[in-house]
């Protein structure tokens, strides 16, 4: 994308057919409902009070993922310009909602278990590739396509080895469904069972059998095999973070 000036982009952006989709400590993300196109403008775009565009990120920078073919990860295809600056990137568009504004008493555990398949395999995808990810938790979405992470722009390249790599990759992806599905909710009954403890206290789990294995005492305990938390609100903490089943990671 190519604007002639910041006033030409200023006014792209008030286009009707141009949504804003949210906004984050890197910037600001709009989805053109004519191309289909999603796209990031930096948020020092904004905060320049004159007509000066300059970015702290190169072309390189944005782009340095765009060859890894992955169905989790959305990383930038191409650049945003006005003029010869560059002020942001383009991506594909990844359907679904943060975690931290679904309500998890209402997830599907079977759907979400074959969904998480997925992202074991594009984790490993980055690994060989040398790409550590950074700031996950906060950045997962998930709806009927299963799960998209976004906000890759400060992911690295990493020499530490494909299987350091990996664990990182599957760590920040593991912390943020176990708190998605636990935290705030059922903490008191994972904490009293020694067996779910020790696999909710460590790293480097297999985030699939936990779900099971979560799965399996909750439904023991309720007397039949739930499906969804909601089956299992008897076991719900006394004080929950708030009736609507929202929180915030950070």
């Not at 909710?185 to 020694?194: H, K, L, T």
Request: charged share 25%.
């Amino acid at each position: 994308m190519v604007f002639n000036n910041k006033m030409e982009l200023l006014m792209f952006l008030k286009k009707e057919y141009v949504i804003f989709l949210g906004s984050g400590s890197q910037g600001r993300t709009y989805f053109n409902k004519k191309n289909k196109q999603v796209f990031k403008i930096m948020e020092q775009f904004f905060d320049d009070e004159d007509d000066e565009c300059h970015i702290d990120y190169t072309p390189m920078e944005f782009m340095r993922f765009s060859g890894i073919s992955n169905n989790t990860y959305i990383f930038s295809d191409g650049i945003v310009y006005v003029g010869d600056e560059v002020v942001g990137y383009t991506m594909r568009y990844g359907a679904g909602k943060l975690l931290s504004s679904i309500n998890p008493m209402l997830i599907n555990l079977d759907k979400f278990i074959k969904s998480i398949n997925q992202v074991v395999s594009d984790n490993a995808i980055l690994a060989k590739n040398g790409v550590k990810t950074y700031d996950v938790p906060y950045n997962i979405l998930y709806g009927n396509n299963g799960f998209k992470i976004i906000d890759t722009v400060e992911y690295y390249n990493s020499d530490e080895g494909y299987d350091a790599i990996l664990k990182n990759n599957n760590d920040a992806f593991n912390w943020g469904i176990m708190y998605f599905l636990v935290d705030g909710y059922f903490d008191d009954f994972v904490i009293n069972n020694s067996e779910l403890k020790d696999m909710y206290l460590s790293n480097g789990i297999d985030i699939q059998k936990f779900i099971l294995l979560y799965r399996k005492y909750l439904s023991e305990y309720i007397g039949n095999d739930i499906v969804k938390l909601n089956d299992a609100k008897r076991c719900l903490n006394k004080k929950l973070c708030n009736k609507n089943y929202e929180r915030s990671y950070r």
